[in-house]
């Protein structure tokens, strides 16, 4: 049965993350390969996969139904949320959060007789990171650290660290503190823009000639004063 696969691939998770007298907490109707390493204080959920060689660290959270894909590597305190879903080959960093729904996808021009070779291929979702519910990610689109991406976003293009990103397609629209909090635009100079969090010290200098931006724009006094 597959409570009895489940289990069978509980007691044979690699220990290789876990400390001494420890060990993942994986539901029995969850479904994990014997060959994924899952790290100690981790927590896999009913109806949920992870497959082979896939790596999760330490005190993550993988919800009800969601599939974690071979090669897919999570680091630590990473929340996967409902039915999300993460293709390979897809490095997320530390401390993200993947809402519900939410879908990363590898390959741009799929088909059902052909699967794409990934050898060599990855990229990153950025320490901090928070993918909002039903955002879908496309292939080889990085997405900088602490950037928040709002629920339903259909992301294109490579994210800068701290982006708020929004639609669909995904555009920049502003910036956000390690908290989430949108910040306010407080000067700028011919090259610079410089925002600053009412709620803290943060604050955060972009550079317009060098910026990584969605929708092949930076946002405008305008659009950064409404958020």
Known sequence: ??????????????????????????????????KARIGTGTKVWAFAQVREDA?????????????????????NRVIVQDKALIYKNIIVEDDVFIGPGACFTNDPFPRAISIRNLSGIRWVVGKGASIGANACIHSEVNIGKHALIGSDTLVTKNIPDYGLVYGSP??????????????????ESKHRMYFKDSTSSFELGVDLRNAVVIGDVLPTRDVVDAI
């Open 1 to 34: 049965s597959k409570e009895k696969y489940a289990m069978k691939n509980y007691s044979t998770v690699s220990r290789q993350f876990m400390k001494k007298g420890s060990r993942p907490f994986i539901h029995p109707q969850a479904v994990v390969s014997p």
């Open 55 to 75: 790596v999760i660290g330490r005190n993550c959270v993988i919800a009800n139904g969601a599939y974690i894909d071979n090669g897919v590597r999570l680091g």
């Open 170 to 187: 995904g555009r920049l629209v502003g910036f956000v503190s390690p908290r989430g909090i949108p910040l306010k635009l407080a000067k």
